[in-house]
T-cell receptor, first 115, second 115 residues
Framework: DQQVKQNSPSLSVQEGRISILNCDYT??????FLWYKKYPAEGPTFLIS?????DKNEDGRFTVFLNKSAKHLSLHIVPSQPGDSAVYFCAATSPYTGANSKLTFGKGITLSVRP | KAGVTQTPRYLIKTRGQQVTLSCSPI?????VSWYQQTPGQGLQFLFEYFSETQRNKGNFPGRFSGRQFSNSRSEMNVSTLELGDSALYLC??????????????FGPGTRLTVL
């Protein structure tokens, strides 16, 4: 049973426009969420995170929104750049239950930013 | 600060053999987690070591084992290799206190191919 779902396998956007990557989760014990970016032949790189006590977190061009009641989060990238083309993984964990090390990942979304 | 390093980067083995993968965490990090990435299952948590003790474990058979040394370096061992063990094995390190939020930083991975 997949507890973190990224239902769209791919997304293509024009350079300069907004990219919106979605993620849903089913486990109500998750209370900390992260986004990682991965290029081929490299390990995932941490992008941004959000705690369940917040509904929004911003870092430069990246903003993550969390809707706890809907068990949904999204990553907004504005403006999108060709260098953002990569696979984006949503991950969730339960740090306050002692399982902070165990990340549960979605299957990833391949983002392509067209010049 | 140097990042997480993993050796070897690529490995080819045959069914029935065993393999040992190595991970050196970021200096000062005491937690090392291991993940398996396959096209079908995505990124799945194997186990986590903290201060030389296994602290969390995923749902993998006992053929998958690991250990951590006093300098926080970790090794992962897979015995009696099966074709389905072909995957990218990723190591991640963090400060990893008892509770709380510690971002995990990933290494580049070891690509294991089982023939």
């Amino acid at each position: 049973d997949q507890q973190v779902k990224q239902n769209s396998p791919s997304l293509s956007v024009q350079e300069g426009r907004i990219s919106i990557l979605n993620c849903d989760y089913t486990n109500s014990m998750f209370d900390y969420f992260l986004w990682y970016k991965k290029y081929p032949a490299e390990g995932p790189t941490f992008l941004i995170s959000i705690s369940s006590i917040k509904d929004k977190n911003e870092d430069g061009r990246f903003t993550v929104f969390l809707n706890k009641s809907a068990k949904h989060l999204s990553l907004h990238i504005v403006p999108s750049q060709p260098g953002d083309s990569a696979v984006y993984f949503c991950a969730a964990t339960s740090p306050y239950t002692g399982a902070n090390s165990k990340l549960t990942f979605g299957k990833g979304i391949t983002l392509s930013v067209r010049p | 600060k140097a990042g997480v390093t993993q050796t070897p980067r690529y490995l080819i083995k045959t069914r029935g053999q065993q393999v040992t993968l190595s991970c050196s965490p970021i200096s000062g990090h005491r937690s090392v987690s291991w993940y398996q990435q396959t096209p079908g299952q995505g990124l799945q948590f194997l186990f986590e070591y903290f201060s030389e003790t296994q602290r969390n474990k995923g749902n993998f058979p006992g053929r998958f084992s690991g250990r951590q040394f006093s300098n926080s370096r970790s090794e992962m061992n897979v015995s009696t290799l099966e074709l389905g063990d072909s995957a990218l094995y990723l190591c991640a390190s963090s400060y990893g206190g008892l509770a709380g939020i510690y971002t995990q930083y990933f290494g580049p991975g070891t690509r294991l191919t089982v023939l």
